[in-house]
């Protein structure tokens, strides 16, 4: 059974392979490596991920058998990041 839950500062290393490997297996088919590199190159300073997390207005996880097996973040503060 799948679980829905609040994001947690401890999700950060599961919530960012989650991300990087779904855009890998999804968004960049048809991409050039540049622009793949700069999208993951976002994602390696976990610091920076958290406080960028951190800022979303809603965050929630999706987990099943003790994985994370999706999330939805998002607010206003991802319109306007100087929020």
Not at 42 to 66: G, L, M, S, T
């Amino acid at each position: 059974m799948i679980n829905i839950r609040k994001y947690k500062n401890s999700d950060i290393i599961e919530t960012i392979n989650l991300i990087t490997e779904t855009f890998k297996k999804f968004n960049a088919i048809g991409q050039n490596k540049k622009s793949i590199a700069s999208y993951l190159d976002q994602f390696k300073n976990p610091k920076e991920i958290k406080n960028n997390f951190n800022r979303a207005d809603v965050f929630y996880v999706a987990i099943d058998h003790n994985k994370i097996v999706g999330l939805i973040r998002g607010g206003e503060c991802m319109e306007n990041p100087e929020k």
